[in-house]
């Protein structure tokens, strides 16, 4: 199996401009997971889909952010308008089950808003 | 409250030598489960254990080992003769299991540099 697919892996865009961030998690995964990483905040949850419904986006930061997950083997992170505060490692992971089962994490995809 | 608190920073040791990542963690809930992850400067997350809350024995997995105790709600990770290869971010993890939010709660990260 191919593991959780994140595109792209660097992404450098300038203040304002729109960031796609994107996600293929594993084949037969049910779940799909939204992290972001900052020296700050650390790890946290953005949000998360099952079977392709968002479940809990309790953790996305601002309406800026937006995600979708059109179909089982995809799914899209959107911040519109970008700040530089926004700059982090954004992770998608999948799982079978929730995550009392063990999460696979994609690539990551390293975000710099200048 | 639920929380996960890797007090170490950073760790440095030298090649073959033993070291222990400490976890503590805090949570009301009675089911519960407990993880490690390591973050190579690759960057990705990769999963090593997931012990749940009633099963307190200790696991070893080659160079690998995990101390589970309740009383202290520690969940440490030791590995033996460490080796270069072992140097990464380690990140001690912990979801609720009366939790339907799917959510992991991670400890801050310990940074382990083994020198050669």
């Known amino acids: 199996d191919a593991g959780v697919i994140q595109s792209p892996r660097h992404e450098v865009t300038e203040m304002g401009q729109e960031v796609t961030l994107r996600c293929k998690p594993i084949?037969?995964?049910?779940?799909l997971f939204w992290y972001r990483q900052t020296m700050m905040r650390g790890l946290e949850l953005l949000i998360y889909f099952n079977n392709n419904v968002p479940i809990d986006d309790s953790g996305m930061p601002e309406d800026r952010f937006s995600a979708k997950m059109p179909n089982a083997s995809f799914s899209t992170l959107k911040i519109q308008p970008s700040e530089p505060r926004d700059s982090a490692v954004y992770f998608c992971?999948?799982?079978?089950?929730?995550?009392?089962?063990?999460?696979?994490f994609g690539s990551g995809t390293q975000l710099s808003v200048l | 409250a639920q929380k996960v608190t890797q007090a170490q920073t950073e760790i440095s040791v030298v090649e073959k030598e033993d070291v222990t990542l400490d976890c503590v963690y805090e949570t009301r809930d009675t089911t519960y489960y407990l993880f490690w992850y390591k973050q190579p400067p690759s960057g990705e997350l990769v999963f090593l254990i997931r012990r749940n809350s009633f099963d307190e024995q200790n696991e070893i997995s080659g160079r690998y080992s995990w101390n589970f105790q309740k009383s202290t709600s520690s969940f440490n990770f030791t590995i033996t003769a460490s080796q270069v290869v072992d140097s990464a971010v380690y990140f001690c993890?912990?979801?609720?299991?009366?939790?339907?939010?799917?959510?992991?709660?991670f400890g801050q990260g310990t940074t382990l540099q083994v020198k050669p």
């Open positions: 992971a999948s799982s079978l089950r929730p995550s009392s089962e063990k999460l696979f």
């Open positions: 993890a912990l979801h609720m299991g009366s939790s339907n939010t799917g959510k992991l709660i």
């Open positions: 084949s037969g995964h049910d779940y």
